[in-house]
């Protein structure tokens, strides 16, 4: 039996310009952090923006974003409150502080609830925080939204590499649009960008580790001020091209 909650889906997300999924092959990659300050980049900018905070087990934006006390309204649907300019979904608006371990069907239903009956509204951008690795909220994205684009993020660590290695195989027989790939949290040398461009994909740049970030967590305004922020903002261009 189909779903009656999938074919609301396509309607939610109607009037939404263009949709990136931030993935990563695995966790402490920073795609977190990318993911909520080129939403607040985009913000900034002019471009209507959405951010939804797919990590359902672990969260992270509303840390990073300094949540403070905002709800959703509810009007026919559910519609996202405005943080910082750009309007924002997490689970922590109904979970709360409380951990959230979730199957892989139970990760399905919430992820299809959350996206039925969230009214988007018209967006130039809607900006996913993927799960990390290949799983079910990958193959969900791909499966029930329109035209995802994938912005992969790694480190220069080889264990990094070899996990997006596996997830550009993955989207790329599923032929979904990627991005490109963001080397984050660079140190030194590496030739992760070489290995890349072997894979035929394109390499967007590097991001130097910045230990101001885990400073001005919580603090937008001063988060936009790292180096981090405006290394991330040189990342537009291949997003609103």
């Known amino acids: 039996m189909v779903d009656p909650r999938i074919s609301v889906i396509d309607d939610r997300v109607r009037k939404v310009g263009r949709i990136i999924a931030v993935s990563s092959g695995k966790g402490g990659v920073g795609k977190s952090l990318l993911a909520s300050t080129l939403a607040l980049i985009l913000a ?26 905002t709800r959703p309204l509810e009007d026919r649907g559910i519609i996202p409150p405005v943080v910082h300019g ?33 009214d988007w509204g018209g967006l130039d951008f809607l900006i996913l925080d993927m799960p990390p690795g290949i799983g079910d909220a990958t193959l969900d994205v791909i499966r029930l939204m329109r035209k995802p684009r994938f912005l992969i993020v790694t480190t220069p660590s080889p264990l990094a590499f ?29 030739n992760i960008q070489q290995e890349y461009r072997k894979l035929n994909v394109k390499f967007l740049g590097e991001i130097p580790y910045d230990p101001a970030v885990e400073e001005n ?3 937008v305004d001063r988060l936009l001020k790292t180096v981090f922020a405006k290394e991330a903002e040189k990342l537009l261009e291949h997003l609103t091209g």
Do not use: C, Q, W
């Open 44 to 69: 900034g900018k002019g471009y209507s923006t959405g951010l939804f905070d797919l990590d359902f087990t672990s969260p992270s934006t509303h840390v990073i974003l300094g949540l403070k006390e």
């Open 86 to 118: 750009l309007k924002y979904m997490t689970i922590i608006y109904y979970s709360g502080g409380r951990a959230t371990p979730l199957r892989g069907i139970d990760f399905s239903n919430a992820f299809i609830e959350l996206l039925s009956v969230t």
């Open 162 to 190: 070899e996990t997006v290695k596996k997830l550009i195989g993955m989207l790329r027989e599923l032929d979904i649009p990627i991005v490109g790939v963001v080397e984050n949290m660079k140190t030194g040398f590496s």
């Open 217 to 219: 967590l919580g603090n």
